[in-house]
């Protein structure tokens, strides 16, 4: 879509989406490893305030959903939520598309966490336990709980996709239609939006995970209590 | 007397027009009951309303993302319709 970052090698065309990933991802994987580099309990730099300030709230977001001990989860849903809104705020430069404009790269972090969802079930409940859960409330719904399994996927990828996309496309045309400045309004909301979707995916990420971690726990309860 | 290109493009541009007018009206009734219940909770329980607003969040973008469905099937039609020649 933007030719200032195509690439094209024997006929197979590169779309800036790859260039710009590749550069958020060097990006902020460096300022994560300046940021971490010297930690430290007493005395905190201001990047190490920022980092704790960061990792706090998602430690705390999740701890909220799930109700237990957030640690294993903070890695991928931390990475996400950065990784996800950094891409969303790309949309206020020029020239610059934001990878999650994208269909590809919105379908592909779906992927990441359809892919983290059995990974944390069958590391808390074994193979067979998570595959029970399949065929939790009876063995007819099956079909519906795979069926589930993707269209949660699809639903999850076209709601981060949609909402960068349409943003950057109202303000293509507002600037089309009106003139130059007159869709900083709605950058200024597409920057919010933008924020809101990252959160989202991540709440979103962190639910799926925990109703695959806790299904059998609280039926557990259920039966002993009652 | 239209060709079928001529008569699909305008067939496509009413339905995305369609689409786009029912899934923002319906959507747009749903969020408003949403809001309305979470302030009405919150208006009862003040210290709930970090909680409150949190899942609200999360419920709305829920519900927004109906309307984004229709916005995505919209756009295909107009801009990717793949019954056009």
């Given at each position: 879509?933007?030719?200032?970052?195509?690439?094209?090698?024997?006929?197979?065309?590169?779309?800036?989406?790859?260039?710009?990933?590749?550069?958020?991802?060097l990006?902020?994987?460096?300022?994560?490893?300046?940021?971490?580099?010297?930690?430290?309990?007493?005395?905190?730099?201001?990047?190490?305030?920022?980092?704790?300030?960061?990792?706090?709230?998602?430690?705390?977001?999740?701890?909220?959903?799930?109700?237990?001990?957030?640690?294993?989860?903070?890695?991928?849903?931390?990475?996400?939520?950065?990784?996800?809104?950094?891409?969303?705020?790309?949309?206020?430069?020029?020239?610059?598309?934001?990878?999650?404009?994208?269909?590809?790269?919105a379908?592909?972090?779906?992927?990441?966490?359809?892919?983290?969802?059995?990974?944390?079930?069958?590391?808390?409940?074994?193979?067979?336990?998570?595959?029970?859960?399949?065929?939790?409330?009876?063995?007819?719904l099956?079909?519906?709980?795979?069926?589930?399994?993707?269209?949660?996927?699809?639903?999850?990828?076209?709601?981060?996709?949609?909402?960068?996309?349409?943003?950057?496309?109202?303000?293509?045309?507002?600037?089309?239609?009106?003139?130059?400045?007159?869709?900083?309004?709605?950058?200024?909301?597409?920057?919010?939006?933008?924020?809101?979707?990252?959160?989202?995916?991540g709440?979103?990420?962190?639910?799926?995970?925990?109703?695959?971690?806790?299904?059998?726990?609280?039926r557990?309860?259920?039966?002993?209590?009652? | 007397?239209?060709?079928?290109?001529?008569?699909?493009?305008?067939?496509?541009?009413?339905?995305?027009?369609?689409?786009?007018?029912?899934?923002?009206?319906?959507?747009?009734?749903?969020?408003?009951?949403?809001?309305?219940?979470?302030?009405?909770?919150?208006a009862?329980?003040?210290?709930?309303?970090?909680?409150?607003?949190?899942?609200?969040?999360v419920?709305?973008?829920?519900?927004?993302?109906?309307?984004?469905?229709?916005?995505?099937?919209?756009?295909?039609?107009?801009?990717?319709?793949?019954?056009?020649?």
């Amino acid at each position: 879509m933007n030719p200032l970052f195509e690439l094209a090698f024997w006929g197979v065309l590169i779309p800036d989406t790859v260039f710009v990933t590749i550069a958020v991802t060097l990006l902020l994987t460096g300022l994560a490893a300046l940021a971490s580099r010297r930690l430290k309990s007493h005395g905190l730099s201001r990047w190490q305030t920022v980092v704790e300030l960061y990792c706090g709230w998602i430690r705390g977001t999740i701890r909220d959903v799930f109700g237990e001990d957030p640690t294993p989860y903070v890695p991928l849903i931390g990475t996400l939520v950065l990784f996800i809104g950094f891409c969303n705020l790309l949309s206020v430069l020029p020239m610059v598309r934001p990878p999650t404009a994208d269909l590809n790269t919105a379908l592909a972090l779906a992927l990441v966490v359809m892919a983290a969802v059995p990974f944390y079930g069958i590391r808390r409940h074994g193979l067979w336990g998570y595959l029970r859960t399949y065929v939790r409330p009876h063995p007819l719904l099956l079909p519906l709980n795979l069926l589930g399994e993707v269209t949660r996927t699809l639903a999850l990828a076209v709601r981060l996709f949609g909402n960068v996309m349409s943003g950057q496309m109202i303000g293509a045309i507002m600037v089309l239609v009106a003139g130059a400045l007159v869709p900083v309004p709605l950058m200024i909301l597409g920057v919010l939006t933008g924020l809101i979707q990252a959160y989202i995916f991540g709440v979103l990420a962190a639910v799926f995970i925990a109703a695959a971690v806790q299904v059998d726990v609280r039926r557990h309860k259920e039966v002993h209590d009652g | 007397m239209m060709d079928s290109n001529t008569l699909l493009s305008a067939i496509s541009i009413v339905t995305a027009g369609l689409t786009v007018m029912v899934g923002s009206v319906a959507p747009a009734l749903g969020e408003g009951k949403a809001v309305v219940a979470a302030l009405d909770a919150i208006a009862r329980q003040p210290e709930a309303a970090s909680t409150i607003s949190r899942t609200l969040f999360v419920g709305m973008a829920m519900v927004e993302s109906t309307a984004i469905y229709c916005l995505v099937v919209a756009l295909v039609l107009l801009f990717a319709n793949p019954f056009l020649g």
